[in-house]
T-cell receptor
Framework: DAGVIQSPRHEVTEMGQEVTLRCKPISGHNSLFWYRQTMMRGLELLIYFNNNVPIDDSGMPEDRFSAKMPNASFSTLKIQPSEPRDSAVYFC?????????????FGDGTRLSIL | DAKTTQPNSMESNEEEPVHLPCNHSTISGTDYIHWYRQLPSQGPEYVIHGLTSNVNNRMASLAIAEDRKSSTLILHRATLRDAAVYYCILNGANNLFFGTGTRLTVIP
């Protein structure tokens, strides 16, 4: 079975540019999560969706960040404009339903570098 | 969010059992105890989870204290591929809070 698929794997861009990260969850999973990992702050939850609806976006750093889930098989995380401090590894994860006893399955991440 | 406390690092010899401890004294009755691990340059990987009873799967065993304020992840025979950061997480509302975890080093 295909796992969570993220693209691109690596992204290098200049400050001020728009960045779009993409995620395809595992088929049949109802919940989707975006995380960010840095050396300083570790792994942080940014936002999560249940049945394509954003449930908790309290982890989104600021208005420059936005996330969408137009359908059950696709989500995007957009940063506009990007800044050097946004450099991090961004992970997408999915799980079945919105219950706490279901494991989350993570993608391989997008390593983002803002110059 | 209820937090967990884990040692920063541990070492184990290859082929030996490893017991990774986790304290979660503020756990609530509905929190599940989840363990994930993260190998270098990879995303976190689910290992095991439980609520009250001990659990076993092909990767590991999870021993949960009777008062649920602590748990132990048991790798029965450590291999070099088990070298990773292990995270103990309380999942009460589908919101995983990853602390700093325990970095496990496996010595050949």
């Amino acid at each position: 079975d295909a796992g969570v698929i993220q693209s691109p794997r690596h992204e290098v861009t200049e400050m001020g540019q728009e960045v779009t990260l993409r995620c395809k969850p595992i088929s049949g999973h109802n919940s989707l999560f975006w995380y960010r990992q840095t050396m300083m702050r570790g792994l942080e939850l940014l936002i999560y969706f249940n049945n394509n609806v954003p449930i908790d976006d309290s982890g989104m750093p600021e208005d420059r960040f936005s996330a969408k889930m137009p359908n059950a098989s696709f989500s995007t995380l957009k940063i506009q404009p990007s800044e050097p401090r946004d450099s991090a590894v961004y992970f997408c994860a999915s799980s079945k339903a919105g219950v706490s006893n279901q494991p989350q399955h993570f993608g391989d991440g997008t390593r983002l570098s803002i110059l | 969010d209820a937090k967990t406390t884990q040692p920063n690092s541990m070492e184990s010899n290859e082929e030996e059992p490893v017991h990774l401890p986790c304290n979660h004294s503020t756990i609530s009755g509905t929190d599940y105890i989840h363990w994930y691990r993260q190998l270098p340059s990879q995303g976190p990987e689910y290992v095991i989870h439980g609520l009250t009873s001990n659990v076993n799967n092909r990767m590991a065993s999870l021993a949960i204290a009777e008062d649920r304020k602590s748990s132990t992840l048991i790798l029965h025979r450590a291999t070099l591929r088990d070298a990773a950061v292990y995270y103990c997480i309380l999942n009460g509302a589908n919101n995983l809070f990853f602390g700093t975890g325990t970095r496990l080093t496996v010595i050949p």
